[in-house]
């Protein structure tokens, strides 16, 4: 069960995963990569990911595409390119398999439901708009802590998590999220960028775990905004599959 919840944080960091009833209706936000024709952009990803816990370290190669913010799949693969797990998310329903292991998550994409299971406090649209290297949050309702030279700082409170968001050259640079005792719940870093025609988007992301003690790296290798998308991501798991449902 162990190696299951390791790969549910894997595909969780660019599906980032679940879609909980986000309070803020998206707005564009100036300088952070969120005009309404990214927001809206179907692409393919491929590259890396590796992941290291005190339990495990592990890399895979991965797949992804997503569809705007309605939808996103993923498939990771190991060595001889043999599929070790794939999901597919959209604003209803998640599915998880894990080819390698004979295991599937099914369930209603709930905020509280993915961070049972993998300790991540972010929303499916959360997720995919980090991955693109977005604010999750209106520019106006962001608080400015401080600035110093082209780094400004930002903050905005949601119940008892404080999100705090870095920008640099207005690029997003550091998400992370912290109690109200000050103790860091998430800290997402974006480390590079690369530009893909008319879009700047993260090239490399780290992401640290603060409550599983381990990080994330994901390298993003190549990008394709030529991506069909009239066929489904979605998948059908074997009836030999042994399920776990969050419903």
Do not use: C
Not at 5 to 25: C, G, K, Q
Not at 176 to 191: A, R
Not at 220 to 245: A, C, G, L, M, Y
Request: glycine share 4%; aromatic share 12%.
């Amino acid at each position: 069960m162990k190696y299951l919840v390791v790969i549910v944080d894997m595909w969780l960091v660019i599906l980032f995963y679940v879609l909980s009833s986000f309070a803020l209706e998206s707005q564009p936000v100036k300088g952070a990569n969120s005009t309404s024709d990214l927001a809206a952009a179907s692409f393919q990803a491929k590259g890396t990911i590796n992941i290291s816990l005190p339990e495990l370290s592990f890399s895979a190669q991965f797949v992804a595409r997503i569809v705007g913010e309605d939808s996103a799949g993923i498939s990771f693969y190991g060595p001889m390119a043999v599929l070790l797990v794939k999901a597919f998310s959209n604003k209803e329903f998640f599915e998880y398999y894990d080819v390698f292991n004979n295991w599937a998550i099914t369930g209603i994409p709930t905020s509280e439901n993915i961070y049972k299971s993998s300790r991540i406090p972010l929303s499916f649209v959360d997720i995919v708009r980090l991955f693109k290297g977005q604010l999750i949050l209106p520019t106006d309702s962001l608080v400015e802590q401080r600035k110093d030279g082209n780094k400004v700082l930002y903050s905005h409170k949601s119940g008892e998590i404080v999100n705090f968001f870095l920008m640099e050259n207005s690029k997003l640079v550091q998400f992370q999220q912290k109690n109200l005792e000050d103790k860091i719940i998430l800290n997402i870093l974006f480390p590079e960028y690369q530009t893909i025609g008319n879009y700047t988007l993260p090239k490399k992301i780290l992401l640290q775990l603060e409550e599983r003690k381990g990080t994330v790296s994901l390298i993003i290798d190549q990008i394709d905004f030529n991506v069909d998308t009239t066929k489904s991501f979605s998948f059908n798991i074997p009836k030999s599959v042994e399920v776990f449902r969050f419903e």
